[in-house]
């Protein structure tokens, strides 16, 4: 792991990290103290330096040599997400096909945006004006990552970052840093000069000692609100890109392919143990086909198979503690106790909690209005698109948003009406590619993921103005006769 040397010493203690489904301990890290926050910024000091001379051909070749090595050894790399992170295999093997692309299209972006020429000329009074800008890094980036995509979240902090010339001291979270270590040191296996990236293991209060230090130019955070709005207060005046909550709705339309809805919705739903941020809450169904779908949803939730996230044939794994899903039982039960109809799951064993499904919730519970974050799923009959629009904006924050119709008008009113940073047309709300900008709409929305977007937050534009005068003319050897 690239840390200064002092910072793993054990006098400081470790932080165990375990397998969600069984708690078997599957590594530990450094639980490196708040006062070890300046000796990573000093190395970060030194690594901004390195990077941002770093030719564009030099950054794009690390970033592409370490994508060649993920997709070599992608099965180790699934299989750690597996033990730290409790995603199934299936989905731990797609996770990591994601990060070898957000490693390429970093690289991608290393070679493709240095500036672009200004037309100074074209307005009166800059005449005899022409020049460029150029994105140059910031310098040092701190990045914060969740656990519940433990390696593609890290590539999409760290590839943009090394592609616009950056420093970055990432801390992962500590129920999953070991992809990130590993990415790490895949990075400096494919040539990244040491400082460049240092991993940050250790507790909330290191996170608050690095995003406070003056010498960072920004903070990049995905994770929740609470946390957010701590780092909001104590970053002082940098730059801050937020990737927050979500609740995130899908309508469904009686004109939809009824079948492709349900297949969609319940894999857009129970993604990673629902454990999401785009993932599908809220789903409101047209009155005329509500039955249909309710029965076919429920149905297809019930088929699923939950528990050892290590078996094949596994659809949802475990949450990432058992006391996320003693959490998740405790705000299910609450809904039932407002008038809520449960019409399948809410039970657990352990850390692996049933997918769930309940309809006739109220609008003032929290399985309503709050991003849940777990594999729990509320339906909703709703008469129109209108009245769909209304429900699914209510909330104060939002990531992404679905709609499954035939009508065009509708599909295209609801893209214009949804407050929403993604709008998925006959697809859930999970679904990200990572090219697009992403990123939250209304309260909480800092900035934009999503490689070049990220990369565009992680630089700053130079912009080279060029006088020509007669004196510069004649220094250039061209006389009025036009000879050299």
Same mark, same amino acid.
């Given at each position: 792991m690239n840390v200064p040397a002092f910072l793993t010493d054990s006098s400081y203690g470790f932080i165990p990290v375990t397998n969600p489904f069984d708690g078997v301990e599957v590594g530990i890290v450094a639980n490196i103290p708040p006062e070890g926050a300046q000796l990573l910024i000093e190395a970060a000091r030194e690594g901004a330096r390195v990077c941002r001379n770093l030719s564009r051909y030099e950054r794009a070749r690390v970033l592409e040599n370490c994508a060649s090595l993920v997709e070599r050894d992608k099965d180790d790399f699934a299989d750690l997400i597996v033990a730290e #992170? &409790? %995603? $199934? !295999?299936?989905? #731990? %093997?797609?996770?990591? /096909?994601?990060?070898?692309?957000? /490693?390429? @299209?970093?690289a991608d972006e290393a070679r493709r945006s240095a500036g672009e020429v200004v037309p100074f000329d074209a307005y009166a009074g800059s005449e005899k004006r022409q020049g460029w800008f150029t994105r140059e890094p910031l310098g040092i980036i701190v990045a914060i990552t969740p656990y519940n995509d433990p390696l593609n979240l890290a590539a999409h902090k760290l590839g943009p970052a090394i592609a616009g010339g950056n420093a970055v001291v990432i801390k992962p979270s500590e129920l999953t840093p070991l992809s990130t270590i590993k990415l790490v040191n895949y990075l400096m296996a494919a040539g990244m000069p040491a400082n460049v990236v240092s991993v940050a293991?250790?507790?909330?209060a290191l996170g608050e000692a690095l995003v406070s230090s003056r010498d960072v130019r920004m903070v990049s955070f995905t994770g929740g609100f609470s946390t957010g709005e701590k780092i909001a207060r104590s970053a002082g005046l940098k730059k801050l890109a937020m990737d927050l909550g979500g609740n995130a709705p899908v309508i469904v @339309? =009686?004109?939809?392919? @009824?079948?492709? =809805?349900?297949?969609?919705?319940?894999? &857009?739903?129970?993604?990673a143990a629902g454990q999401n941020c785009i993932g599908t809450q809220r789903i409101l169904v047209q009155s005329s086909i509500y039955e249909a779908f309710k029965e076919r949803f429920v149905a297809g939730t019930e088929a699923l198979k939950a528990g050892d996230p290590t078996q094949p044939d596994t659809d949802v794994g475990p949450m990432i503690t058992a006391q996320s899903a003693l959490r998740t039982k405790g705000i299910v039960d609450a809904a039932v106790e407002q008038g809520a109809t449960l019409l399948c799951g809410n039970t657990y064993i352990g850390s692996v909690y049933a997918p769930t499904v309940l309809e006739d919730v109220s609008f003032q519970c929290e399985l309503? $209005?709050?991003? !849940?974050?777990?594999?729990?799923?509320? @339906?909703?009959? !709703?008469e129109t698109l209108e009245e769909a629009l209304t429900l699914a904006n209510a909330p104060a924050y939002s990531l992404h948003a679905g709609i499954f119709t035939s009508n065009l008008h509708a599909a295209l009113k609801a893209a214009d009406c949804l407050e929403a940073g993604g709008v998925m047309i006959n697809d859930s709300s999970d679904y990200r590619f990572d090219a697009m900008p992403f990123g939250g709409f209304k309260y909480g929305s800092l900035g934009r993921e &999503?490689?070049?977007f990220a990369y565009e937050e992680m630089t700053q534009p130079k912009v080279v103005c060029i006088r020509r005068t007669v004196e510069s003319i004649q220094a250039a050897g061209l006389g009025s006769d036009g000879g050299t």
């Open positions: #992170a &409790g %995603k $199934t !295999i299936r989905q #731990a %093997k797609k996770e990591v /096909l994601r990060c070898v692309n957000t /490693l390429k @299209l970093s293991t250790g507790r909330a @339309l =009686a004109d939809c392919d @009824l079948d492709d =809805a349900v297949r969609a919705c319940v894999s &857009g739903a129970y993604w309503w $209005t709050q991003e !849940i974050f777990s594999p729990v799923v509320v @339906l909703q009959r !709703i &999503g490689v070049r």
